[in-house]
C-alpha cells in the first residue's frame, strides 16, 4: 500500500519568513495531493490541493508543487503569520479514490513573533 | 462542501465497554470514510463505509472490533467495540461529496477510555 513520509516533525520560524514542508509518497499510481492544516483540538482542513497533472498550484500565500518522477511534494507558506502556527499534513491518494487518504505523520509549525 | 456532524463530540467509557459513534450529513455523498487520530499522532484509514453492504476494513482494523454501518448516502455510525485505553483517540468521519473531490472531516469524537 501507499506508505508517505513528511519533514520536518516540528519547524519553528519567525513570522514574516518562510516555512516549506516536504513529502514523498511510494505508490507511483497516486494521483491527488492534498494538504490539510490542523488546529488544537479541531478537525484537519483543506488548505491546499494538486493532482499529477499540474506541477505546481498557488493560493494566495501558499504553494504546493509536485515532483512525479521523485514522488515527492511539497508545501511552502510564505510571509507566515503566527495564526499559521498548527500542525500540517500531507496526503496522498489513488485514482478513483480522492478521499481514500494516506497521510504523513504531520509537521507541527511554530511561527514566532 | 458538505456540512458534517458527529456525536458524541467527546465521551469517557469504562473499559469493557462499546461506543458508537453517528456521522450525518447534509446531502447524499458517495463516499464515507473512518479514520483514527491516536494521541499526537496522524489520522490512519479505518474503514470505507459502503452504503448498503459490508464496510471495507484496512490492514490492521476488523469488523469485530470497529462495526460500521450505512444504511443510506447521509448517515453512518462507527462502533469502538470491547474498549480497552488503546483505543483512546480521536475517531472521525470523512466525506466525499462528488467522485474526485476533496475529503471533509467531521470534527471527530475525542475517546477516552478509563
Known amino acids: 500500500g501507499e506508505n508517505v513520509e513528511q519533514h520536518p516533525s516540528t519547524l519553528s520560524v519567525q513570522e514574516g519568513d518562510s516555512a516549506v514542508i516536504k513529502c514523498t509518497y511510494s505508490d507511483s499510481a497516486s494521483n491527488y495531493f492534498p494538504w490539510y492544516k490542523q488546529e488544537l483540538g479541531k478537525r484537519p482542513q483543506l488548505i491546499i490541493d494538486?493532482?499529477?497533472?499540474?506541477g505546481e498550484k498557488k493560493d494566495q500565500r501558499i504553494a504546493v508543487t509536485l515532483n512525479k518522477t521523485a514522488k515527492h511534494f511539497s508545501l511552502h507558506i510564505t510571509e507566515t503569520q503566527p495564526e499559521d502556527s498548527a500542525v500540517y499534513f500531507c496526503a496522498a491518494s489513488i485514482p478513483g479514490t480522492a478521499s481514500k487518504l494516506t497521510f504523513g505523520t504531520g509537521t507541527r509549525l511554530q511561527v514566532t513573533l | 462542501s458538505a456540512v458534517i456532524s458527529q456525536k458524541p463530540s467527546r465521551d469517557i467509557c469504562q473499559r469493557g465497554t462499546s461506543l458508537t459513534i453517528q456521522c450525518q450529513v447534509d446531502s447524499q455523498v458517495t463516499m464515507m470514510f473512518w479514520y483514527r487520530q491516536q494521541p499526537g499522532q496522524s489520522l490512519t484509514l479505518i474503514a470505507t463505509?459502503?452504503?448498503?453492504?459490508?464496510?471495507?476494513?484496512e490492514s490492521g482494523f476488523v469488523i469485530d472490533k470497529f462495526p460500521i454501518s450505512r444504511p443510506n448516502l447521509t448517515f453512518s455510525t462507527l462502533t469502538v467495540s470491547n474498549m480497552s485505553p488503546e483505543d483512546s483517540s480521536i475517531y472521525l468521519c470523512?466525506?466525499?461529496?462528488?467522485?474526485?473531490?476533496?475529503?471533509?472531516f467531521g470534527q471527530g469524537t475525542r475517546l477516552t477510555v478509563v
Open positions: 470523512s466525506v466525499e461529496a462528488h467522485e474526485g473531490t476533496e475529503a471533509f
Open positions: 494538486i493532482r499529477s497533472n499540474v
Open positions: 463505509a459502503n452504503q448498503g453492504s459490508e464496510a471495507t476494513y
